[in-house]
């Protein structure tokens, strides 16, 4: 019993202590400066330069993700590193704002400060981008960062250890592996703000943990991201959007297209355009094609296979275990009611569900078991595109595209209630990472009596103000 309570104690101790070290340092005021910040960034941006190729291949290792991808990856945070650099001396300057009467005399303006010790936590499905992007952010405003890579990830892992060894002090920036106990460890902790990216399941301990500190989170999460596929689509141009943003990464993106709506009149000619399309870009076997990855472990693998009803299937279907293979699998003929409308998919499964009218289309959406993060619609028409959007709820999305909004640093990238709170990217990373200070700049050279006492009849002006 005493070699586990000591083993407890230096747990709590180490994480401890990486919190105080970064609180001493940034209580020092050394990440406040504008030449500090960006100094910072364009070591980072330089650092994934350097390392490009053992990011590239430690994510076809640990989650056998394809080159193409894996730059794809890096590039999007690469594009993100620019776009701050480029623009954060303008975000850090003084907001200015109105003053009103009462606040008179005086000027106002909102300051972006900084929080103060950040913890990023980073999901398995994106290693290296997810764990960078927030990193951007919270450098940018201002914070120091403790970073908790996916133990699922080992390989990837240790490459962001290495590069931000290399480029960051640790009392600055600090990298600890592991798996639930050095996570239980670091959430025990106080931090200023805590941004995860994952589960809804894992979101709810992480914010439970937040509570007991009342500290600030960002939770990135997922959920079923319906698209829709309407009478009037382009078919050959959506058919290769929804696959190109389903089957990147095998589907296990927080964003992917989780299923498929479609209008009945279309249904036949959607499902052979599908089959067509899929045959032309990963062959008749698809497990020796190069652009499709693995699924991550035998627990996801078991979980998503378990989700094919074999009597629904289009095309694929037919999976290895041993290499955690699941080729792109398209259900047919699927209800609102079947298995694999009840939870986020997160594989290359894709359920189509059949509608005939917009009133039932909503109707469906509505059925969903959470909002989802993201919602794709194909369309021609305005008008059903303006329906639509004024009556669903979702994070963010597209019209006649999948996926490429959270590729624009302009665009606030985040979920609503189960799916996630806050949102990041470009500037809205800047943003969640920053305290908004607002300051009244009073003058002494002259004063406005009106408040103080004595009232005496000072109230009848008053209420003359608000009739």
Same mark, same amino acid.
């Given at each position: ?38 100094q910072q960034l364009k070591k980072l941006k330089n650092a994934l330069v350097k390392y490009q190729t053992e990011i590239r291949d430690a994510l076809k290792q640990d989650i056998g993700r394809p080159e193409f991808e894996a730059y794809i990856e890096m590039s999007t945070a690469y594009e993100d ?6 623009? $954060? ?15 008179? !005399? ?31 952010? #919270?450098?940018? #405003? ?9 133990? $699922? ?5 240790? +490459? ?47 914010? %439970? &943990? ?22 009037? %689509?382009?078919?050959? +141009? &959506?058919?290769?959007?929804?696959? %190109?943003?389903? *089957? ?25 355009a599908i089959v067509a399309t899929l045959k032309e870009w990963y062959g008749t076997n698809p497990s020796q094609s190069p652009d499709l990855g693995r699924m991550i472990n035998e627990r996801h693998f078991d979980r998503v296979s378990g989700l094919i009803d074999k009597a629904k299937v289009l ?33 290359? +499964?894709? !359920? *189509? ?32 595109? /303006?329906?639509?959007?004024? /009556? ?11 996926? *490429? ?9 985040? =979920?609503? =209630?189960?799916?996630? *709170? ?5 500037? /809205? ?39």
């Amino acid at each position: 019993m005493g070699a586990v309570l000591e083993t407890e104690n230096l747990k709590q101790s180490w994480a401890a202590d990486a919190v105080a070290r970064q609180r001493r340092y940034f209580e020092s005021g050394a990440t406040r400066s504008y030449e500090f910040r960006v100094q910072q960034l364009k070591k980072l941006k330089n650092a994934l330069v350097k390392y490009q190729t053992e990011i590239r291949d430690a994510l076809k290792q640990d989650i056998g993700r394809p080159e193409f991808e894996a730059y794809i990856e890096m590039s999007t945070a690469y594009e993100d590193l620019k776009h701050t650099i480029k623009h $954060l001396k303008s975000w850090m300057k003084p907001q200015k704002v109105g003053t009103t009467l009462w606040a008179q !005399p005086g000027r106002s303006r909102i300051e972006s400060t900084p929080q103060g010790v950040t913890l990023l936590m980073g999901p398995y499905n994106y290693p290296f981008l997810l764990l960078v992007q927030p990193l951007i952010g #919270a450098i940018a #405003a201002g914070n120091t960062a403790v970073l908790k890579p996916s133990s $699922l990830n080992p390989t990837v892992a240790d +490459v962001v250890e290495k590069m931000m060894k290399e480029c960051f002090s640790e009392d600055f920036v600090s990298v600890f592996k592991g798996s639930t106990e050095v996570t239980n460890a670091l959430l025990e902790e106080r931090f200023d703000h805590i941004f995860f990216t994952g589960s809804p399941r894992v979101g709810r301990i992480v914010m %439970a &943990a937040a509570a007991k500190h009342l500290t600030k989170v960002t939770l990135e999460l997922g959920g079923k991201s319906p698209t829709i596929v309407h009478k009037d %689509a382009n078919l050959k +141009v &959506a058919v290769r959007r929804i696959l %190109a943003g389903k *089957m990147m990464n095998v589907g296990q993106t927080c964003v992917a297209p989780d299923h498929i709506h479609v209008h009945k009149d279309i249904k036949a000619d959607l499902e052979k355009a599908i089959v067509a399309t899929l045959k032309e870009w990963y062959g008749t076997n698809p497990s020796q094609s190069p652009d499709l990855g693995r699924m991550i472990n035998e627990r996801h693998f078991d979980r998503v296979s378990g989700l094919i009803d074999k009597a629904k299937v289009l095309v694929g279907g037919e999976s290895n275990r041993e290499d955690k293979f699941i080729p792109p699998t398209v259900l047919k003929d699927v209800s609102m009611d079947d298995e694999v409308m009840q939870e986020e998919i997160f594989g290359p +499964v894709l !359920p *189509m569900v059949t509608y005939s009218s917009i009133e039932e289309l909503i109707g469906n959406i509505k059925r969903l078991p959470e909002y989802p993060l993201a919602l794709y619609l194909f369309t021609e028409s305005r008008d059903v595109e /303006n329906q639509v959007l004024a /009556n669903t709820q979702f994070g963010g999305g597209c019209i006649n595209n999948t996926v *490429m909004h959270v590729a624009n640093p302009n665009l606030p990238f985040g =979920g609503v =209630g189960e799916s996630g *709170m806050g949102a990041y990217h470009g500037k /809205n990373s800047f943003d969640v990472f920053s305290h908004k200070r607002g300051i009244l700049r009073a003058t002494t050279l002259f004063d406005i009596k009106m408040r103080y006492a004595p009232y005496k009849d000072k109230v009848n002006m008053i209420k003359k103000m608000i009739k």
